[in-house]
């Protein structure tokens, strides 16, 4: 028996309504980002969005400004390399107080296109990014030709002893490596690469070392300050 006009409309109603429901051009989506804010220099209060990817960690705002309270928030003229870029939060940091060079290295190609983003948004013109493995361009830095290095891996890896030993030689006696760890280093173990910890921070599972490149007979010695919540 053919259906009744008020039927046949009822359905013709629906199927427009379902076909208006669905996305005729439905826009893909892009990786998952989040947004790091740099706390310190000319691009203070900046938010960036960042990928989230599985293994970065974004050192915390916290962190951060205990480090630049260490090493001082002028960093006129200093040259300084983010070895394992990542988000490129440390690199940045250093670039907005003042830096004259900050070589940022990272090997995954999405991330690198990521930083090249960020400095691009920014007119960062001081920041180049270069896509390799960390410790083989560190190792190819002339001898005491940076001032500052970044190291702050995945934690999962086994670059922490060539990334430091790479990044010993890159730096001047007096220059200086900030080193994110999931262990404290010891002071012996540092003295052997001809480094000191001047300041150690822990904050969470993360051990934060400001390590200053010594000469051979300079004591190692380290301050220690405790975390939000720990005691020292």
């Known amino acids: 028996m053919p259906s009744s006009p008020s039927k046949r409309a009822s359905k013709d109603g629906a199927a427009r309504h379902a076909a208006a429901k669905?996305?005729?051009?439905?826009v893909p989506k892009g990786p998952p980002s989040h947004e790091i804010r740099i706390i310190g220099g000319q691009w203070r209060r900046t938010r960036l969005k960042v990928l989230d990817k599985p293994g970065l960690r974004p050192t915390p705002d916290r962190v951060r400004e205990t480090l630049f309270n260490w090493l001082g928030q002028d960093l006129s003229g200093w040259r300084c390399v983010d070895a394992f870029a990542g988000t490129g939060v440390l690199g940045l940091e250093a670039a907005s107080r003042g830096s004259a060079h900050?070589?940022?290295?990272?090997?995954d190609a999405v991330l690198?296109?990521?930083l090249q983003d960020n400095a691009t948004r920014l007119?960062?013109?001081?920041?180049?990014?270069?896509?390799?493995?960390?410790v083989s361009t560190l190792g190819r830095l002339p001898a005491g030709s940076v001032d500052l290095v970044f190291i702050d891996p995945p934690f999962d890896g086994p670059w922490f002893e060539p990334a430091l030993k790479a990044a010993a030689r890159a730096v001047p006696v007096g220059g200086w490596i900030y080193l994110e760890a999931p262990v404290a280093w010891p002071a012996e173990?540092?003295?052997?690469?001809g480094l000191q910890c001047e300041r150690h921070l822990k904050a969470g599972a993360v051990h934060a070392h400001?390590?200053?490149?010594?000469s051979p007979e300079s004591a190692p010695t380290c301050i220690a300050i405790p975390a939000?919540?720990?005691t020292p």
């Open 22 to 26: 669905k996305p005729q051009n439905p």
């Open 102 to 107: 900050v070589l940022m290295v990272e090997q």
């Open 112 to 114: 690198v296109r990521d």
């Open 123 to 134: 007119k960062a013109n001081m920041v180049s990014v270069q896509r390799g493995d960390a």
């Open 189 to 193: 173990a540092l003295a052997a690469l």
């Open 210 to 214: 400001l390590l200053q490149r010594v």
């Open 228 to 230: 939000e919540g720990d």
